[in-house]
């Protein structure tokens, strides 16, 4: 089984980024955890601060991985090229947040992704990522 999980803008700074909402570890340190309690699935992790890129992730890994675990950040709300790449493969996408979005400022509300997910995992903290993981067994 093949996995991916794709990141955007300022998900880089975990662990430095207001700790309150987003706890204190990097997603590298965590991706670590995940890879090593999950061994029999082949797990790969991309970053990327810019909307194309993720465009781009999306679309090499949408006809050819089992899954992918999209947390679009900021994106999410705005993004509607995001969302019509994930309407365009047949990979399942699970949208993820570690916070919960719906406590947060209204803007926070509306997902571009949500409507072409699989199923959408939030405010679990990072431990959203192992529940998406685990939708996919």
Do not use: C
Not at 10 to 18: P, Y
Not at 51 to 56: A, C, R
Not at 79 to 107: C, L, M, Q, W, Y
């Amino acid at each position: 089984m093949k996995i991916s999980i794709i990141n955007g803008p300022n998900l880089n700074l975990l662990g430095k980024r207001e700790p309150e909402v987003y706890g204190s570890q990097t997603f590298e340190d965590y991706f670590i955890t995940l890879k090593s309690k999950y061994p029999q699935i082949e797990l790969t992790y991309y970053q990327s601060n810019i909307e194309g890129e993720l465009i781009d992730k999306i679309q090499e890994f949408g006809f050819s991985y089992d899954g992918i675990i999209l947390n679009a950040g900021a994106y999410t709300h705005t993004s509607i090229g995001i969302g019509d790449a994930i309407k365009a493969i047949t990979t399942p996408v699970i949208e993820v947040h570690i916070s919960n979005t719906f406590s947060r400022e209204s803007f926070r509300h509306q997902s571009y992704i949500s409507g072409n997910a699989k199923g959408v995992i939030l405010g679990f903290g990072l431990k959203s990522y192992e529940l998406a993981i685990q939708s996919f067994l």
